[in-house]
């Protein structure tokens, strides 16, 4: 199936598909190009004055930013873009309560940038791969992404080759991006960032997302703080964090953590169950049996 074709009239549940096969997979011209424009622009000095990162895996002639939804309005936008978040919870939606905000990062490759390690994103988690996916990856261009100047290397299928850490890179490929589409890429999925051997830097915007009972990459509660979040959205502040996961994961004093975020929250709480319809049908039966007893 051709991994470039256009969102129009394409649901989810046909892109899910070419990821499975795959991968990964290109949606062409998802956002209009006035809009990355925009965030772009609101990038730029930020990007200016970012040193360059350290280190053999994130590379000397790479620079990288994070927190991107305090610094745009448009962030918005592409984090919660509706296809985007279709795709995510048919993968991930199955093996969590739901779902967060994994990282959001700005990444430009200055010319001269070596490729970087070839690498799994899921890797972040030491815990046995192969059952289910962890995370999903969207690569937004901000700049024409080329196989000169660093565009994104993935290895097609390699999400089905686990136990291989190296595959020939006569099988990985460089897709071309223009400012617009995205990438869409498994976290099980081989890649790395490519090498920039033109004049110019190369700049894009990595948004993924992962299950809900995970610790995130980037802190969202450190990046979003309630002062912050109080200002998102409903379902953003919930994608960042305040929100419990079923049971009771991620609570303050009991209850979500989204309370924070109201105008004057109490200094007294009492705690509020947050458990799953199983866990509360389970519950009846014990009282139902007279089995139950206090903790």
């Known amino acids: ?66 927190s991107l939804l305090k610094r745009s309005v448009h962030a918005e936008r592409f984090v919660l873009h509706p296809l985007v978040m279709n795709i995510v919870k048919e993968i ?3 093996y969590c309560d739901c779902l967060q905000l994994n ?48 565009a994104t290397v993935i290895w097609p299928g390699s999400h089905k080759r686990l136990g291989e850490f190296l595959i020939d890179p006569a099988e990985a490929i460089s897709p071309e991006m223009q400012p617009g589409s995205a990438l869409i890429f498994l976290g ?12 110019l830097p190369r700049t894009g915007v ?22 912050v979040a109080r200002y998102f959205s409903s379902e953003l502040a919930a994608l960042v964090g305040y929100q419990q996961h079923r049971p009771n994961l991620g609570n303050y004093e009991g209850q979500s953590p989204a309370i924070l975020l109201s105008d004057n929250p ?21 009282k139902g049996r007279g089995t139950l007893a206090a903790a």
């Not at 099980?188 to 004049?199: D, E, P, Y």
Request: aromatic share 10%; proline share 7%; charged share 20%.
């Open 103 to 150: 990282l959001t990062q700005a990444i430009q490759l200055h010319p001269g940038a070596e490729a970087q390690p070839p690498h799994r994103d899921h890797d972040l988690w030491r815990a046995e791969k192969g059952a289910i996916e962890f995370q999903v990856n969207v690569m937004w261009p901000l700049t024409h992404f080329t196989a000169d100047n660093g």
């Open 188 to 199: 099980s999925v081989l890649h790395c960032g490519g090498a920039n051997r033109t004049s």
């Open 206 to 227: 990595i948004i993924s997302y992962c299950l809900g009972w995970l610790k995130p990459y980037e802190n969202q509660w450190l990046a979003y703080p309630p002062d």
């Open 1 to 66: 199936m051709n991994q470039t074709a256009t969102a129009t009239g394409r649901s989810a549940g046909r892109w899910c598909d070419e990821l499975a096969q795959q991968g990964y997979c290109i949606v062409e011209d998802l956002v209009p190009a006035a809009l990355v424009n925009a965030f772009h622009d609101d990038l730029r000095d930020r990007l200016a004055r970012t040193p360059f990162s350290v280190g053999e895996f994130h590379g000397a002639r790479s620079k990288r930013c994070g």
């Open 266 to 286: 109490p200094d007294f709480l009492g705690a509020v169950d947050a458990v799953a319809p199983e866990h509360l049908e389970f519950i009846a039966k014990l």
């Open 92 to 94: 991930l939606g199955p």
